[in-house]
């Protein structure tokens, strides 16, 4: 074969085997296992007529809420600290998320930190033990990709 036959081709191959490969993965079904995410990705999301919410309360803007047994009393206040200081960790997006306690009585839902969408969909969800570095992380990516709230 001529040398400028086989620079051609290896020109063309170059261009076209990427595009084969992606369309090979794509359509074959590659996709991965697990998420980055640190918290549960809640599929479908719950609206908040769903979970029993305030649309007042969770509308308009992001929320990390925080729910526990029993009503939210000053002891209830005083646990959303940590939440507090990821919530300032967000820096200049910290305007766009509140931080919001519920106790039992307000909310059908189990003790544990949710993250709330703008239109009041519940989107994540961490143990109360869970570590808050994650929900840092998370909360991050979700403002960088939203156009809402």
């Not at 908040?48 to 509308?59: K, T």
């Not at 989107?123 to 909360?139: H, I, N, P, Q, T």
């Amino acid at each position: 074969m001529n040398s400028r036959k086989v620079t051609m081709l290896l020109i063309l191959g170059s261009s076209v085997l990427p595009i084969i490969l992606a369309v090979v993965v794509y359509f074959g079904g590659f996709a991965p296992q697990s998420s980055i995410a640190k918290g549960e990705l809640l599929d479908p999301v719950l609206t908040v007529e769903e979970w029993g919410g305030e649309a007042e309360v969770f509308s308009g803007s992001w929320s990390i809420l925080k729910t526990q047994a029993g009503a939210c009393d000053a002891a209830c206040d005083q646990s959303l600290e940590p939440l507090r200081r990821v919530h300032d960790a967000l820096g200049k997006e910290a305007d766009r998320v509140q931080v919001v306690g519920l106790g039992s009585d307000k909310t059908s839902l189990e003790p544990g930190i949710w993250i709330v969408d703008p239109l009041g969909n519940l989107v994540m969800r961490y143990s109360l033990e869970a570590e808050l570095k994650g929900l840092l992380a998370d909360l991050k990516k979700l403002l960088k990709v939203s156009r809402i709230g």
